[in-house]
């Protein structure tokens, strides 16, 4: 089962504002990475995090590894309407041969 | 043209046919993956595969089977659908740790 805690669950905020999400594990990951998924489409990678304490951004986005490798967050700076859609968290740890995900957050943009 | 490919897109069968969900992929990845989405869920995995002579259950494979027959094929069946199996189902390869999702195939079983 799912041993990634992503929070929140959901949230609706107005365009223009900032907004922030996070996962976090009991386990230590080597991996984090962050996904954006529109309705009916596959989950679309949004940053890749490799090493702790690592702070990537991308355009609006910002994505940090934490430096205890347990926890990770990310930022969306001036929320627009396309930003509307699934935002999942995934990690790999240890030697593990797959990826653990987290439940998503929903992210709702209102005018 | 995408790199990671899925047919169909969409499929409504009954209970107790056999279906079969492609993925095909440009990427060159050794590594692919087959999961299923449930609305309100994350992705659960089904299958995965590091090469051709190498597959493994996931979390979730009762019900399901796979072959692959290349490296940028993976196929996932199943046997005997039922309606718990309703579902969105994902294709994914894997490079340095990172994944590349499909599009997606929406499987409605009645």
């Known amino acids: 089962g799912q041993q990634l805690n992503q929070s929140p669950q959901s949230m609706f905020i107005q365009e223009g504002e900032d907004v922030s999400m996070n996962c976090t594990s009991s386990s230590i990951f080597n991996t984090w990475l962050w996904y954006k998924q529109e309705p009916g489409e596959g989950p679309v990678l949004l940053i890749a995090?490799?090493?702790?304490?690592e702070l990537t951004s991308n355009g609006r986005l910002t994505a940090q590894f934490g430096i205890t490798r347990k926890d990770s967050f990310l930022n969306i700076s001036a929320s627009i309407p396309s930003d509307v859609g699934i935002y999942f968290c995934?990690?790999?740890?240890?030697?593990?041969?797959?990826?653990?995900f987290g439940s998503g957050t929903q992210l709702t943009v209102l005018p | 043209d995408a790199d990671v490919t899925q047919t169909p897109r969409n499929r409504i069968t009954k209970t107790g046919k056999r279906i079969m969900l492609e993925c095909s992929q440009t990427k060159g990845h050794d590594r692919m993956y087959w999961y299923r989405q449930d609305p309100g869920l994350g992705l659960q995995l089904i299958y995965y595969s590091f090469d051709v002579k190498d597959i493994n259950k996931g979390e979730i494979s009762d019900g399901y089977s796979v072959s692959r027959q290349a490296q940028a094929k993976f196929s996932l069946s199943l046997e005997s659908a039922i309606p718990n199996q309703t579902a969105l189902y994902f294709c994914?390869?894997?490079?340095?740790?990172?994944?590349?999702f499909g599009p997606g195939t929406r499987l409605t079983v009645l």
């Open positions: 994914a390869t894997q490079e340095r740790n990172t994944q590349y």
């Open positions: 995090l490799y090493k702790a304490g």
């Open positions: 995934a990690g790999q740890k240890g030697s593990a041969r797959q990826l653990t």
